[in-house]
Nanobody, 121 residues
Framework: QVQVVESGGGLVQAGGSLRLSCAASRSISSINAMGWYRQAPGKRRELVARINADTSTAYADFVKGRFTISRDNAKNTAYLQMNSLKPEDTAVYYC???????????????WGQGTQVTVSS
């Protein structure tokens, strides 16, 4: 079953904006952190932004000042507001959600299938 779903990708011109959404199933409880990653063709997947349960955040240097990550814990949803997009931002953007099971004392990480973001010159 798909438990994390990304949406909001598309084609935009350089300088434009997109807002990505990451919806984690409400069956996933106790989500500690959610993150956005991206992978361009022929390149490794890299961290874009991460947000913890207390809403503290971390960003890759190349998106600071342009991207903003946020979350709605009640909806198990994270967002990525992307402004001033550059052609170099073109990639498949993936979301993950991290949860901790007090019962099993294990951390579980759930990944979405990705959403394509294409920025034209």
């Amino acid at each position: 079953q798909v438990q994390v779903v990304e949406s909001g990708g598309g084609l935009v011109q350089a300088g434009g904006s997109l807002r990505l959404s990451c919806a984690a199933s409400r069956s996933i409880s106790s989500i500690n952190a959610m993150g956005w990653y991206r992978q361009a063709p022929g390149k490794r997947r890299e961290l874009v932004a991460r947000i913890n349960a207390d809403t503290s955040t971390a960003y890759a240097d190349f998106v600071k000042g342009r991207f903003t990550i946020s979350r709605d814990n009640a909806k198990n949803t994270a967002y990525l507001q992307m402004n001033s997009l550059k052609p170099e931002d073109t990639a498949v953007y993936y979301c993950n959600a991290e949860s901790f099971s007090s019962y099993s004392q294990q951390i579980y990480v759930y990944w979405g299938q990705g959403t394509q973001v294409t920025v034209s010159s």
